[in-house]
């Protein structure tokens, strides 16, 4: 203070507000953000939370709500609309449960772990019993309803949509940007043209994809004659029209994958990788010890945004299939467009919430094992 | 001699046999993507009995191609909707990819370079008070003496009970609720945002569709922003600070120019999920700002889908994306933060 007054400086007032709004730097930058979230993000999730609480029926002049408490929900698990969203269940042979009971005997060790580990605490006992009993009930319903007899409902069929089709989305990008971030001539061609799938609207994709996978008059005709399969449609088979679905999936998805890798593996600097040639490593070594720490925060962030993404599939199975044979390509979101349609909006926001649980449940452990992972990186 | 095949010049040229084998690979899979595109444009010369005949692959060999649906989409019944909505497509996406870009950078900046320490018990006040406005709305109260009574009521609290509970939250939870604004399958929450649009008397204007998309796009590039901010080296930043620079200097002319690479890629498919959407743009637009994809949907008529006007209307929309990436392709490129380190 004393030495200020011994100097005064010249714009004092300029420097006053300068470090003032120095301080608040902090606030600034985030604030817009979050009002902008806020603004649309609580209402919709506290109105659509009180939706799937409630029956919605056409009135005499409008509509009307009647709270009706967990009724949609136990709807989906044990009433009507129970095979529809969790599946028929195959019964249970002693293979299913030796399946499940090896699931069983991993999740037990982990939790074991954890309790013989020298930091146990509440919240992190809450939170792994939690995933222990999630992950136990998710592998009971996909077991039962993979196997032979049983049948996938819309909860299976997301999931495998979900992780099926982000492994393929995201090798072959990683595979494909590694490619082109080499000096080939011509990189920058293949760079444009590979992310030309991503740009195509979904609705769009999802057309063009019921074009070309059409038997009698899409492109593929005579491969599908010469191999006698004239007969056959993937339209009527469950596992062919999953299947044509999880194509269309990554064919729109893997550059978005491609495109953020390239970017990180551009941005990662040459004198680690020089220095390690120097030191004699083969490209192997240089890809383990060297570019995959250096991009693995940014594929955690980009499998963490197609995990959000993809859990919520519905153009492709409403353009291709329209969810058929049956309700086999149906997905969660699809479940929930269904009842909506059908004005049943009570249901249609339970199953939404539903898939929120999901979402949430899947990209907590997500991120709790990127955080995990950048602790022992450092 | 053999060896030489297998042995690359630098590190980032592959030897002889690599850049064969990186070429084949690239080859089949740009061959994957351009096939379908192919098919699109050839349907897009068809006429509907030329489609439903069966797959005919070459025009002028196998088929006759004509420029009924081009003609159709640009100059004839359906022009003047495409020209509309082409226009507020062209006006939507970039705004809305332009300004989630510098919000989401600078709250991606701020979540890796400062300390948040949101407190648990504010947050509880906030959403009760959250629950407490919109009850009594539901109720018949005016919303705008709903909102100002809870605000007051939040006040009150946050000084009273809300400094009891000290535990606070980090950094890494607000990005985590952040991202989990888009987990919410759009069907779920298009009735809840129309509402809000409607009572606000901006339904059908290109401000609703601009701050629905803004909102919707920003957890996206916050958190991709992060990982490439995260990679700068805080020296240079430091070195700044020494030297007397402000934040907001610091970042507009160090952080924001060696972050261009993410920026331009984070913008890239910012724009392309905004020029894309569907749903949303359904509910919030009747007539005068409608977007394109919902015309490609509108093609889907009770005579069937007219695929040779959806192949054009589809063709037509990636143009533009193509050209701009085309563009912005060249600024993805290694170099500019080893330079800067250097220098």
Avoid at chain 1, 182 to 202: A, D, E
């Amino acid at each position: 203070m004393d030495t200020e007054n011994e100097e005064p400086q010249p714009f004092r007032l300029h420097t006053i507000i300068s470090s003032a709004a120095d301080r608040l730097a902090g606030s600034i930058f985030i604030l817009p953000t979050v009002l902008a979230l806020l603004f649309l993000s609580i209402f919709p999730l506290i109105a659509s939370l009180y939706l799937s609480l409630a029956k919605f029926d056409i009135a005499p002049g409008g509509f009307k709500f009647t709270f009706v408490g967990l009724r949609n929900y136990k709807k989906l698990f044990t009433g009507s609309e129970g095979t529809h969203f969790l599946g028929d269940f195959a019964p249970s042979t002693s293979l299913t449960w030796i399946v499940f009971g090896l699931v069983i005997i991993a999740l037990a060790i982990f939790l074991a772990r954890y309790f013989l580990s020298s930091n146990v605490s509440i919240g992190g006992l809450i939170g792994r019993i939690l995933l222990t009993l999630g992950l136990g009930m998710l592998t009971w319903m996909l077991i039962h309803t993979l196997w032979n007899g049983g049948r996938l409902g819309t909860a299976s069929t997301t999931l495998v949509y979900v992780f099926v089709g982000i492994f393929f989305q995201y090798i072959l990008g990683l595979g494909l940007a590694m490619l082109t971030v080499q000096n080939l001539p011509g990189r920058r061609f293949f760079r444009v043209i590979f992310l030309l799938p991503m740009m195509i609207t979904p609705v769009g994709v999802a057309y063009m994809f019921r074009m070309l996978t059409d038997t009698s008059k899409g492109p593929f005709t005579p491969i599908w004659q010469g191999l006698g399969l004239t007969d056959f449609s993937w339209v009527n088979n469950a596992w062919g029209a999953r299947t044509a679905i999880l194509i269309g999936d990554i064919w729109q998805w893997t550059p978005f994958m491609f495109i953020v890798l390239v970017a990180a593996l551009e941005s990662q600097s040459v004198e680690p990788v020089e220095a390690a040639t120097v030191d004699g490593a083969n490209s192997w070594q240089i890809f383990q010890h060297i570019t995959w720490p250096a991009i693995l925060p940014v594929s955690m962030t980009l499998i963490l945004i197609r995990l959000i993404e993809a859990f919520k599939i519905v153009d492709l199975p409403n353009v291709m299939t329209n969810g058929g044979p049956g309700t086999a390509t149906q997905s969660l979101t699809y479940h929930a467009y269904i009842n909506w349609r059908a004005l049943d909006l009570g249901s249609s926001a339970a199953v939404a919430y539903m898939l929120l649980f999901l979402v949430t449940f899947f990209s907590m452990i997500f991120v709790n094992l990127i955080r995990h992972r950048t602790v022992e990186a450092l | 001699m053999m060896k030489r095949w297998f042995q690359s010049k630098t590190i980032n040229t592959p030897s002889p046999v690599g850049a064969i084998l990186s070429y084949l690979v690239l080859g089949i899979w740009a061959f994957l993507i351009l096939f379908p595109l192919y098919w699109l444009v050839t349907t897009s010369f068809k006429i509907s009995s030329q489609v439903n005949e069966g797959p005919f692959y070459i025009p002028f060999v196998d088929f006759k191609p004509s420029l009924d649906a081009w003609k159709y989409i640009l100059v004839g019944d359906l022009s003047k909707d495409t020209l509309r909505n082409f226009t507020n497509t062209i006006i939507v996406a970039p705004a809305s990819a332009l300004l989630a870009l510098i919000f989401g950078a600078t709250a991606a900046y701020a979540l890796v370079r400062f300390e948040y320490r949101p407190r648990v018990g504010a947050i509880f006040t906030f959403i009760g008070c959250t629950i407490l406005s919109i009850l009594m709305t539901s109720f018949g109260v005016m919303w705008q003496i709903s909102l100002a009574i809870s605000a007051a009521v939040f006040i009150i609290l946050l000084q009273t009970i809300g400094r009891r509970f000290k535990r606070a939250l980090g950094n890494n939870d607000i990005a985590f609720w952040m991202i989990s604004q888009r987990m919410l399958p759009p069907i779920a929450v298009v009735i809840p945002i129309y509402i809000i649009f409607q009572r606000l008397h901006l339904l059908d204007t290109y401000t609703a569709l601009i701050i629905t998309y803004v909102t919707s796009n920003l957890p996206i590039v916050i958190w991709l922003m992060r990982d490439y901010i995260t990679n700068i080296p805080i020296e240079l930043e430091e070195c700044a600070s020494i030297d007397g620079a402000s934040r907001y200097r610091i970042f507009w002319s160090i952080v924001l120019p060696l972050a261009v690479p993410g920026l331009v890629a984070t913008f890239l498919f910012v724009l392309v999920f905004t020029w894309n959407e569907y749903l949303l743009a359904l509910f919030l637009s009747s007539a005068k700002i409608q977007t394109l994809p919902l015309t490609i949907a509108a093609q889907n008529a009770t005579r069937g889908p007219q695929w040779w006007n959806m192949s054009v209307l589809i063709l037509i929309m990636i143009v533009p994306v193509i050209v701009i990436a085309i563009i912005l392709e060249r600024y993805i490129t290694r170099g500019l933060l080893i330079g800067a380190v250097k220098g």
